[in-house]
């Protein structure tokens, strides 16, 4: 068989002699408006750019003749105002509400707005005058159980005056019309009313006999029954000085209790009536 022969490699290039700089590869071909295709691109990108600089000046008159307007409709305003007053806007709850439509909730809070001060200016005016009225009836009450308790005929003790006023007010109220009234009825089976019927509750037998300390002690045989307005005390009808059996009959018709109390310092023990 006949061998194969290989392929004949080729040759390369020869190297300069030496001493002689290598050859410059050839340049590549200049690319000018002439090369085909570049024309082209030039001018898209050159009307690109104009339409976009057209745009841009068409914007800044537009933003100009919009500046002028508004310069004259803000004009003599502080613009450092009028923006914190827009952006006080914008966070205001009251602004979202009426972004929102949300009316009614607007006037809600506004006219709570205007009459919270009033009503709290009413609150404070009631308080004041509910102190006021009640330093005057306390003055009222005082006035009018001194003026019963320093009647002498009662006997009430000077120094006791007070603790009158405190017992008075277990018993009597203020009226409407700044009248003592007591919620206990008297001879004439009505309440209590007024300085006479303080005279006549400080007379009772049971009040003279919870409270004696109230009362000045009886001397000489008189009598602590308190009498008609202007008279001296009676003596005591049961004592043997000054017995006197009208007067006896008639204080026990009167006021049994009394009667029974007078007897018994007598040294008397007088039966009180059956109810």
Do not use: C
């Amino acid at each position: 068989m006949a061998s194969e022969n290989p392929s004949p490699t080729p040759n390369p290039p020869a190297a300069p002699p030496a001493g002689e700089p290598p050859k410059a590869a050839p340049a590549a071909p200049a690319i000018s408006l002439e090369t085909p295709g570049v024309r082209e691109i030039v001018e898209r990108e050159k009307a690109a750019l104009q339409a976009k600089n057209a745009e841009i000046l068409e914007e800044k008159r537009r933003l100009a003749t919009e500046f002028d307007g508004l310069k004259e409709h803000w004009k003599g305003l502080d613009p450092e105002k009028v923006r914190l007053l827009l952006q006080r806007f914008e966070s205001d709850e009251e602004a979202k509400l009426i972004a929102e439509g949300n009316f009614d909730e607007v006037i809600k809070r506004r006219v709570e707005a205007r009459t919270k001060p009033v009503f709290e200016e009413n609150t404070t005016l009631k308080t004041e005058l509910a102190k006021r009225d009640e330093k005057i009836a306390n003055m009222i009450f005082e006035r009018d159980v001194r003026k019963a308790a320093e009647d002498k005929d009662l006997g009430v003790q000077p120094t006791a005056i007070s603790d009158v006023i405190s017992r008075a007010r277990q018993v009597f109220k203020l009226s409407r019309d700044q009248v003592l009234v007591a919620d206990v009825v008297g001879k004439n089976g009505e309440p209590l009313r007024g300085v006479e019927g303080l005279r006549e509750w400080l007379a009772r037998a049971d009040v003279r006999k919870d409270a004696p300390h109230l009362f000045i002690p009886s001397k000489g045989g008189l009598a602590t029954e308190p009498t008609s307005r202007g008279e001296p005390p009676r003596a005591n009808p049961f004592l043997p000085g000054s017995m006197n059996l009208t007067e006896q009959a008639a204080l026990y018709q009167r006021d049994p209790e009394l009667a029974r109390r007078l007897a018994a310092e007598a040294g008397l023990e007088l039966a009180l009536p059956v109810a």
